[in-house]
């Protein structure tokens, strides 16, 4: 299923090992992290890597029992770079010393922050890197090195890391204090470039490249089996649909539920799209009545929740029961979401929000899981589609929950209400798109409030729901900030809605960022 040239990421445990892997996928080189825990020797010779690296991680070398590479690692014969507690444990493994700082209880100095590190002497590693002499990095250490291992030299030296970059050039193993894969340590991907140039990468990772790999890898996986796929009309769902269809034609199956929670247009927008350009089966069906019905009188946000994704499981299922023969189910799974249920260090611990998803219809239906998507990042999700030909402004759409607009309506969902609420939105996101600020916002919409409030228009009075409107910029959805719009804006906005929308006589906008809010209202 994967490239030829694999860089493995061995996981200490590091908040930002994701983003190492996002800098090589920059440089079109394949790499995989995995946990520690599952690198032994048999992993190492069927991964077969071409060149290792070590992440930054919460634990001290010099803590009896803490994390370790296998030692054949150093036996493969490429190169090695390890980040913070990765350069900490291969110099402690191959013979170096390290103190431990403040926080493992040790005298030592611990450094958290910006530094700024200045060469000793060349190194392929650095090659264009200290170009005016130093390089601001960020370093995030308790513990120190205090002796490097034999055969490593000094390359770099900041005020607090006198090895804050050390090599061994014969066997190309290279240990930074610092973490090159942040923000904060601006030129840090040149050192990622110059290591997958030193091992030889050909960097030929593209998503064209990937498209046809995975289209065999379907075939191969489903072989004249059928597959059933929940479409919802988000980006993942859609590419992963598309590929499957390209490798597969006939033999897969869409089925789009509309829960009666769309947004204006959304449900002939969406099949429409599928049918037309792509030739797709699929089945769109019409639930509305059935999930309106359940939640009716339903006012928690949880339940609501809950019931939606109950429902959608048992439609899904009652449609997909009408595929004869289906073995496979299709999913959208990310990366990310692959890394967050192997990872060791695990996942939130506190449900602030039942999300809705097909989880767990696998089991329950005996099927089998067909996942495209799992080697990739988002931002590569894109950019599949984009080679699959999926229209930009598709691609572009901003994220819509599961539960829809269940979740923007807070309190009692009406049909008077999500039909006022459809209006809103779709005249606020009209504003938005005028004003060239879509793809600027990270998500935006309309939630419809459960009051009603007092208003004049004409001579008469009103009183009609109050509506609140929310933009937010984010990068991953975890935190978010609201987006500062202009007065002009949020004047004519609130102008337009209650000049174009009956049943809303009052507008506001939301500035709550995320924490302490959440980007949804429910
Ligand atoms: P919150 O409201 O938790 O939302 O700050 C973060 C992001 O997740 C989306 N969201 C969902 N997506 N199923 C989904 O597929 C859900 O149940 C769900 N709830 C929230 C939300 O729109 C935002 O992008």
Redesign the pocket.
Known sequence: MSAEEKLLIIDFGSQVTQLIARRLRELNVYCEIHPYQNVNSAFLREFAPKAVIFSGGPDSVVREGSPRPPSEVYELGVPILGICYGQQTMMQDLGGRVDGGKISGGGGTAEFGRAFVTPNDTLPLLDGWFEDGEEQVWMSHGDHVSHIAPGFDVFGTSPNAPFAITADTTRNFFAVQFHPEVHHTPRGAKLYENFVRLAGFTADWTMGAYREKMIAAIREQVGDKKVICAL?G?VDSSVAAILIHEAIGENLTCVFVDHGLLRKDEAAEVTSMFRDNYNLKLIAADESELFLGELDGQSDPETK?KII?KLFIDVFQKYADQVEGAEFLAQGTLYPDVIESVSFSGGPSVT??????VGGLPDKMGLKLVEPLRELFKDEVRALGRELGLPDSFIRR??????GLA?RCPGEITREKLEILREADAVYIDQIRKRGLYDEI??A?AAILPVRTVGVMGDGRTYDYACALRAVT?VD??T?DYYPFNHEFLSETATRIINEVAGINRVTYDITS?PP??????
Not at 352 to 357: C, D, F
Not at 398 to 403: E, I, K, L, Q
């Open positions: 919802s988000g929740r994704g602030i929000k039942s999300h809705h998803n901003h994220p819509f929950p599961g539960p979740i990270w998500q919409y984010s959805g975890m978010a995320k809010g959440t980007i949804e209202w429910e």
